[in-house]
């Protein structure tokens, strides 16, 4: 007879997709039964699969202890209690750094995010960090990289759920910023065995994880597709609270966040109206330093270069050489795709 | 039983007198012999020469002709030679009298005794003028050539005027160059909006910087890249020269000689076809076809990206050398590089209302092939947005006149020092002068980590042409401003 702990390490390695694996011990009673009917090849997997299942359970342990990678169930210290309690709460975790305590705020949007987005993303994970709360995202491409790495900037220790292995950076250009991201503290934690390739069908289920630990969930810019809306969908059905940053209407990377708040979603203009609603709602954080306020970094709304001129004076010539003024005394900044940044 | 007349042959631009020698002798009656690196065309000379000059009424003479092209080891093309061979052969065998062959003659015949177009008459008229004698050529061939004020053009139709001509029995001389003035096709006053753009293209005017406009589809680019030809002022006569030269050396005449041409090749166009090449005698490209003029590459990121890297030469030293067997050709290329392109395959990247459908990798992969070193030249860069429709119903803006005029002043400004202000360097650029706020500025610009040292370059380049707009000797806080919109925020790739 084996170990529940063991047929779990084991299962784990499969890298079947959560919800059918759920099902499948929910069904059969145990891991072990699952395991049993997978060695006897009664499950329709690939077999590389299967023979992931077959390699003993201290193996996997020790190569896992090799590359500094935790496994943890509900019910260990590192297992997110909040998450714990959902009912669709993973069976297991792959977890790298430090164990997460707190409250975490997911801060998530878009992969195609403007720069205006980008820099949003960045000033909410730095105010949010800033005041002690965990922020908790994907480490994706746009919106996600941004909140993560504002959120460096501050004290609290980031939390990074990845659609890959653990030990996949995906993207891979977000491989220093996952680096930076363990060595402040912070957590990553993956539903996938390591090794695992990004591929598509384990992100709508690695989105559960982040709203499932988050108090609230902030989306920044989303499309009308995309795993930000997802995200926010099954926030809603766990009952997390939603904030969304509205846009101008019709700007695509802003149809998401105005559906949402037509939606009942809070609106939130910037990042100090955000740490306001936070305060309001999750009281004062319990492991804030207090120390350097936020609110330094304020972000208005960015606007195309030529709109911008127009409201420096009707000498158009004048109008550029005043925007260059601002620009070199650093109160505007111009970012790549021509849209006036204004900083206060 | 021998005569020799003159004519030319271009290496290059550059054009070389040739000397064409007849001899009628003994031997087998009604052979010619044609020698001294002809080519095809060249060798076809003597059936045209031979039906030219029966229906002109003269005789071809009975007897064995060799007529030979010298010197020997130059290459010569074309059916320019006919109406030269022609000549002195007639006088070898007798027909004309001698002094016929005093001249610089360019022609092809056609079987009826007509003269045909031909290319190199600019320099026939520049090798004629340093013999001191007369220049026989077509009428197209002359009107080019009439820019040359030294030599004596005359323009003949048919094998029977240039042998009176050459005579002294009639002349006609061909028209200086008129200057006609052609009414440049995009004015300034067509743009509606686009402050930023429209600045920056004056500047670019002003200082001959290369400039690089980034834009989604419909937002005005290729429309204010076409103005840049009409804010620019006219060539002077040596300028128009070169131009008309390198113009000539390609068979192609210019409707207006004294403007700056502006070339626009289609992103398929192949490398030689723009850098210049071909086979046999290289002929100058779209490159050199735009010298003292503007490049104009709309799609920038759809070119061939070994044809990007060979503008790399001509962006830098001004002129293309083609090496061919024997001979290493160069053709002048002092152009000024106007760039357009989309920010991605579909264009709206960064659109402020519409999205944009490509995929971080691909573009990636769009902006990577502009090369880093290509980019490097550009001293403008901006992007350039759709226009507010309000702006389109708005009063007319200023015109291309206006705006031609401040960029004459800052051309004579920078004529006066020696030098464009496109071509200043590291060192010209430290000896500048800047007011004390304008110093400021910059280096807090620098500060701000919102450029780079090449940035700094580039900035320092271009508030000296906004400075000369203003015709201004010290670059004051307004000029420099301008100059840190001007030069671009991002570097295109990112």
Redesign the interface.
């Known amino acids: 007879m084996s170990r529940p702990a063991d047929d779990l390490i084991r299962l784990a390695h499969v890298g079947m997709h959560p919800d059918r694996l759920r099902k499948l011990v929910a069904g059969s009673g145990s891991a072990g039964t699952v395991l049993r009917r997978i060695e006897r090849g009664r499950l329709d997997l690939p077999e590389e699969a299967r023979r992931a299942a077959l390699v003993p359970a201290s193996e996997r342990r020790g190569s896992l202890c090799e590359a500094g990678i935790d496994f943890v169930v509900p019910g260990d210290v590192g297992f997110p209690e909040r998450l714990a309690d959902l009912p669709e709460a993973p069976l297991f975790l792959f977890q790298r750094g430090r164990s997460f305590r707190g409250v975490a705020v997911a801060i998530v949007g878009t992969?195609?995010c403007?720069?205006y987005g980008r820099r949003l993303a960045e000033g909410y994970g730095e105010v949010v960090s800033k005041a002690g709360w965990s922020v908790v995202s994907g480490l994706a491409?746009g919106i996600d990289g941004a909140a993560h790495k504002g959120s460096l900037r501050g004290y609290a220790g980031g939390v990074a759920v990845l659609g890959s292995g653990i030990d996949v950076w995906y993207?891979r250009q977000h491989r220093s910023l996952g680096e930076d991201l363990l060595e402040a503290g912070g957590t990553v934690w993956s539903e996938a065995p390591p090794g695992a390739r990004p591929l598509g069908w384990r992100f709508p289920p690695r989105n559960r994880i982040i709203s499932g630990i988050a108090h609230a969930v902030v989306v920044v810019e989303a499309?009308v597709k995309g795993g930000a809306l997802v995200t926010a969908r099954i926030a809603l059905e766990q009952g997390r609270d939603i904030f969304a940053t509205p846009g101008?209407v019709?700007?695509?990377?802003s149809i998401g966040c105005n559906l949402l708040i037509r939606d009942g979603a809070f609106p939130v203009f910037d990042a100090e109206d955000l740490l306001e609603c936070l305060r309001l709602l999750l009281g004062e954080p319990t492991t804030a330093s207090g120390e350097d306020s936020p609110g330094a970094l304020n972000p208005d709304p960015g606007?195309?270069?030529?709109?911008f001129?127009?409201k420096l004076g009707d000498d158009?010539?004048?109008?550029?050489?005043?925007?260059?003024?601002l620009?070199?005394?650093?109160s505007v900044?111009?970012?790549?795709?021509?849209?006036v940044i204004t900083r206060k | 039983m021998f005569a020799s007349t003159n004519s030319v042959a271009l290496v290059g631009v550059e054009a070389r007198a040739v000397s064409v020698e007849a001899h009628v002798g003994g031997g087998e009656k009604g052979r010619l012999s044609l020698v001294g690196l002809p080519d095809t065309a060249v060798r076809e000379a003597k059936d045209r020469v031979m039906a030219a000059m029966a229906v002109s009424g003269y005789r071809f003479p009975p007897r064995a002709v060799t007529v030979n092209l010298a010197p020997a080891d130059l290459p010569k093309s074309g059916s320019a030679y006919d109406l030269p061979i022609a000549l002195a052969l007639l006088a070898a065998a007798g027909e004309i009298p001698d002094g016929a062959c005093n001249v610089v003659a360019l022609g092809e015949l056609a079987l009826d005794g007509a003269l045909r177009p031909a290319r190199g008459g600019l320099g026939a008229a520049i090798v004629a003028a340093e013999m001191g004698i007369p220049c026989l050529l077509p009428p197209e061939a002359a009107a080019e050539a009439s820019l040359v004020s030294a030599a004596d053009v005359q323009v003949v139709r048919s094998l029977a005027a240039a042998i009176s001509t050459a005579l002294g029995e009639s002349t006609f001389r061909a028209p200086p160059p008129r200057k006609i003035h052609i009414p440049e096709r995009y004015d300034m006053a067509e743009v509606r909006?686009?402050?930023?753009a429209?600045?920056a293209l004056e500047v670019a005017a002003a200082g001959g910087h290369h400039m690089f406009m980034s834009g989604p589809p419909g937002s005005g680019k290729t429309m204010l890249a076409r103005c840049l030809p009409g804010v620019l002022p006219d060539l002077d006569e040596r300028t128009a020269l070169e131009v008309a030269q390198v113009w000539s050396s390609a068979g192609k005449t210019r409707r207006c000689l004294t403007r700056p041409p502006m070339r626009s090749p289609h992103h398929t166009a192949t490398t030689a076809a723009v850098v210049g090449g071909g086979s046999g005698v290289p002929v100058p490209g779209e490159v050199s076809m735009a010298h003292r003029g503007v490049l104009f590459l709309d799609e920038l990121g759809e070119f061939r990206p070994q044809l990007l890297d060979a503008l790399r030469q001509p962006l830098e030293e001004s002129e293309v050398t083609i090496a061919r067997k024997g001979v290493a050709v160069t053709f002048p290329a002092a152009i000024q590089l106007l760039a357009a392109t989309n920010?991605c395959p579909c264009g709206f990247?960064?659109h402020?209302?519409?999205?944009?459908d490509c995929s971080?990798r691909m573009i990636q992969r769009y902006r990577r092939r502009l090369s880093g070193p290509l980019m490097d030249r550009f001293d403008i860069r901006i992007?350039v947005?759709q226009v507010?429709p309000d702006a389109l119903i708005g009063p007319p803006e200023e015109p291309s006149r206006n705006v031609a005029e401040r960029v004459a002043g800052a051309y004579d400004l920078q004529r006066a020092r020696g030098r464009r202000n496109r071509d200043l360097g590291r060192s010209d650029l430290d000896g500048l002068e800047f007011a004390p706020g304008a110093q400021k500025?910059?280096e807090?610009?620098l500060r701000?980590g919102?450029m780079t040292g090449r940035g700094f370059d580039r900035v320092r380049r271009l508030a000296r042409t906004v400075a000369d707009l203003d015709g201004a000797d010290v670059v004051r806080?307004?000029?420099?401003?301008?100059?840190?919109?001007?030069r671009g925020?991002?570097?295109?790739s990112?």
């Not at chain 2, 806080?477 to 001007?486: K, N």
């Not at chain 2, 925020?489 to 295109?492: F, K, L, M, S, V």
């Open positions: 992969r195609a403007t720069g491409k993207p499309g101008d019709g700007r695509p990377a606007e195309p270069i030529d709109k001129l127009a158009p010539v004048a109008a550029i050489a005043e925007l260059g003024r620009v070199a005394i650093g900044e111009i970012d790549g795709d021509g849209f | 909006g686009q402050p930023l429209k600045r920010p990247h960064g402020f209302r519409k999205g944009c971080e992007r947005e507010d500025m910059i807090g610009a701000h919102a806080e307004t000029h420099a401003g301008q100059a840190l919109i001007l925020h991002h570097e295109p990112r």
